[in-house]
T-cell receptor, first 113, second 117 residues
Framework: SQQGEEDPQALSIQEGENATMNCSYK?????LQWYRQNSGRGLVHLIL?????REKHSGRLRVTLDTSKKSSSLLITASRAADTASYFC?????????????FGKGTTLSVSS | DAGVIQSPRHEVTEMGQEVTLRCKPI?????LFWYRQTMMRGLELLIY????????DSGMPEDRFSAKMPNASFSTLKIQPSEPRDSAVYFC???????????????FGEGSRLTVL
C-alpha cells in the first residue's frame, strides 16, 4: 500500500519559474525523502528531512515538512529544462526487523525553454 | 565506485517462460530492495533483505515470484511462470541501514524492463 501521495500528478512550467510539489502521508514518520527519476533511468536520492526538521535546503531545492498536517513540499527554484523528470516522496515503513521506503506515484515535471 | 548493477536491462519473453533478474548491490550496503514500477500502480515494494535475510515479502504478488540473496553481493528475482501482467520495470536498490527504524538513502540500479508477450 502507498504511504505518500504527491500532488499535482503533472506540472508544466517555463524555465526560470519555480516548481512546487506536495506530498501527503498517512502515518507517523521519522524522516521523509525525495527522489528524482529521469525517463528510463533509476531513481536518484535528492534530500532527506527528519521529523524534527521543518525546512531543509540543498542548492535550488527547498523541502519543508509539517508533521502536524502529515505533509511535505519540494520547491525547485529557477527551474531549468534539465529539471524535467518525475519526483517522488518516500516514507519509511518499519517492522520489528527492518525498515523499507514506500514511494508515492510521483509528480511529472516538464520544464520548457 | 560502481553503483547498483542490474541485468538484464531489457528482457522480452513469452508467457509461461521463467524469468530471472539479477542485482549486485553496492559493496558495504547491508539492505537490498526489489521494487516494480508500472504506470498503473507506480513503484511497489516487492521484498527486501537485511544482511541477506528476507525481512518483508508481503509485496510479492504471487507464488510465481521468488527472491533470493545467497550472499552480500548478489540477489535474484525469479518469476516462474511469467504472465503478460508481469510486464514492468523491476528495480533493485541498496542502502546501509544503521539505526533500527531509520530508512537510509536508497541507491537504485537502472532497472530491468520486462515484457511478457
Amino acid at each position: 500500500s502507498q504511504q505518500g501521495e504527491e500532488d499535482p500528478q503533472a506540472l508544466s512550467i517555463q524555465e526560470g519559474e519555480n516548481a512546487t510539489m506536495n506530498c501527503s502521508y498517512k502515518t507517523s514518520i521519522n524522516n521523509l525523502q525525495w527522489y528524482r527519476q529521469n525517463s528510463g533511468r533509476g531513481l536518484v536520492h535528492l534530500i532527506l528531512i527528519r521529523s524534527n526538521e521543518r525546512e531543509k535546503h540543498s542548492g535550488r531545492l527547498r523541502v519543508t515538512l509539517d508533521t502536524s498536517k502529515k505533509s511535505s513540499s519540494l520547491l525547485i527554484t529557477a527551474s531549468r529544462a534539465a529539471d524535467t523528470a518525475s519526483y517522488f516522496c518516500a516514507t519509511p515503513r518499519a517492522n520489528q526487523a527492518g525498515t523499507a521506503l514506500i514511494f508515492g506515484k510521483g509528480t511529472t515535471l516538464s520544464v520548457s525553454s | 565506485d560502481a553503483g547498483v548493477i542490474q541485468s538484464p536491462r531489457h528482457e522480452v519473453t513469452e508467457m509461461g517462460q521463467e524469468v530471472t533478474l539479477r542485482c549486485k548491490p553496492i559493496s558495504g550496503h547491508n539492505s537490498l530492495f526489489w521494487y516494480r514500477q508500472t504506470m498503473m500502480r507506480g513503484l511497489e515494494l516487492l521484498i527486501y533483505f537485511n544482511n541477506n535475510v528476507p525481512i518483508d515479502d508481503s509485496g510479492m504478488p504471487e507464488d510465481r515470484f521468488s527472491a533470493k540473496m545467497p550472499n552480500a553481493s548478489f540477489s535474484t528475482l525469479k518469476i516462474q511462470p511469467s504472465e503478460p501482467r508481469d510486464s514492468a520495470v523491476y528495480f533493485c536498490a541498496s542502502s546501509f541501514s544503521g539505526l533500527a527504524g531509520q530508512a537510509g538513502e536508497l541507491f537504485f540500479g537502472e532497472g530491468s524492463r520486462l515484457t511478457v508477450l
